[in-house]
């Protein structure tokens, strides 16, 4: 049985940072891509950032390049999200999702029906 466990959100004030972590069990880490998404209240959602499986490669969104990486520990079955500079838009379930293989991009977007795995997400609120 595969699950996803997200922890590491909270509440940080503007400007902060947090890491998120991912654990994963009942799969071989190294087999599958990773990938972050959050969903904010009222809205739907979206894709952060992806990694291959080997880690050589990653995907940010626009609104979080240069904020935040995405890395992965495949000895510890864990993969990361670093988020630096946090913004109040920032606030969002975060999830971590894993497709077995590699991911793929289409239109410009990473689409979320692609992953197979689930977390149940880690809430992260910026605020003052």
């Known amino acids: 049985q595969v699950q996803l466990v997200e922890s590491g959100g909270g509440l940080v004030q503007p400007g902060g940072s947090l890491r998120l972590s991912c654990t994963a069990s009942?799969?071989?880490?190294?087999?599958?891509?990773f990938g972050w998404f959050r969903q904010a209240p009222g809205k739907e959602r979206e894709a952060v950032s992806c990694?291959?499986?080997?880690?050589?490669?990653?995907d940010y969104d626009d609104s979080v390049k240069g904020r935040f990486t995405i890395s992965r520990d495949n000895a510890k079955n864990t993969v990361y999200l670093q988020m630096n500079n946090l913004k109040p838009e920032d606030t969002a379930v975060y999830y971590c999702?894993?497709?077995?293989?590699?991911?793929?991009?289409?239109?410009?977007?990473?689409?979320?029906?692609?992953?197979?795995?689930w977390g149940q997400g880690t809430l992260v609120t910026v605020s003052e």
């Open positions: 999702a894993a497709v077995r293989g590699y991911y793929s991009i289409t239109r410009g977007k990473i689409l979320e029906t692609q992953f197979e795995y």
């Open positions: 009942g799969l071989t880490l190294d087999a599958y891509a």
């Open positions: 990694i291959t499986s080997s880690g050589s490669s990653t």
